[in-house]
């Protein structure tokens, strides 16, 4: 897995359990062509060939196009991307561990770049509210 950048910016972590297994969780998060049909936020996702590091993937959250690169793909255990959007450029990783038929689910990311340096407040917020979210869209995907 590629570490976020520790150093940057804007950077941000949060965790969750799902009353699912992480098989469950895993096929909610590696679907990306069906991320805009639970995550609210998200408009279009659309991976570009198959779900494997190096595969590319385009989509469009809270407005801003997004154009992505799988850096991990391990299947109910880990999925990372980078990517690149007004500037800046992103470090998302996603970790699942499966207890005792629950799942918990961390997720990071790091920004980082001159928009990121000049707006960091405003994205530091921007980015720990848009994280809580997406995962509490997770959680209910796979409780559904």
Not at 5 to 20: E, Q
Not at 56 to 74: E, N, P, Q
Not at 90 to 108: F, L, P, Q, R
Not at 121 to 140: P, S
């Amino acid at each position: 897995m590629k570490s976020i950048n520790n150093n940057a910016p804007v950077k941000c972590s949060k965790t969750i359990t799902i009353s699912a297994n992480s098989k469950k969780v895993w096929e909610a998060l590696a679907n990306i062509n069906n991320w805009d049909n639970w995550q609210i936020d998200i408009s279009k996702s659309k991976l570009n060939g198959e779900l494997k590091p190096n595969s590319t993937f385009d989509w469009k959250s809270g407005g801003a196009k997004i154009h992505s690169t799988l850096h991990t793909v391990k299947p109910c255990i880990e999925l990372g991307w980078t990517g690149k959007t007004f500037g800046m450029f992103a470090i998302h990783n996603w970790n699942i561990t499966e207890k005792d038929g629950k799942t918990e689910v961390n997720v990071e990311e790091s920004l980082e770049g001159l928009f990121a340096k000049l707006l960091k407040n405003m994205l530091n917020k921007d980015l720990e509210k848009r994280m809580q979210n997406w995962l509490y869209l997770l959680k209910q995907e796979c409780e559904k």
